[in-house]
């Protein structure tokens, strides 16, 4: 088994936006559905997770709606909100530029400086 990997400063918030923008789900729901989607390789920490889905909501980005969980309990439900989708959309192209100048970076030799 391996190890989860650290998750990067900033970018919580972007994969919390992700998995909420694959449909509603509840706050432990956004920690499984990012450990599925990361085939276990992020693990989100409660402790973090809360405080991030409440400056989000603050911010607009998503909203929420009380609801019954799978196991018939009170749970809250978030939704991705327009401006959530738009900020999605801003993070994803950032991430990748940045993404594509750090991998440019690393794969620069001496024959290319």
């Given amino acids: 088994m391996h190890k989860p990997l650290d998750l990067l400063q900033g970018t919580l918030d972007m994969l919390i936006l992700k998995a909420v923008s694959l449909g509603p789900l509840h706050g432990y729901g956004v920690l499984l559905r990012i450990q599925q989607i990361s085939k276990g390789h992020l693990e989100i920490q409660q402790g973090s997770l809360y405080p ?7 911010q607009g980005w998503i909203t929420s709606a009380w609801g019954e969980s799978e196991n018939n309990r009170k749970a809250k439900y978030y939704h991705l909100t327009s401006a959530g989708k738009r900020r999605l959309q801003a993070e994803t192209d950032k991430w990748n530029r940045m993404a594509g100048v750090i991998a440019g970076i690393l794969h620069t030799t001496p024959e290319k400086v």
């Fill in 52 to 58: 991030a889905l409440y400056r989000l909501e603050h």
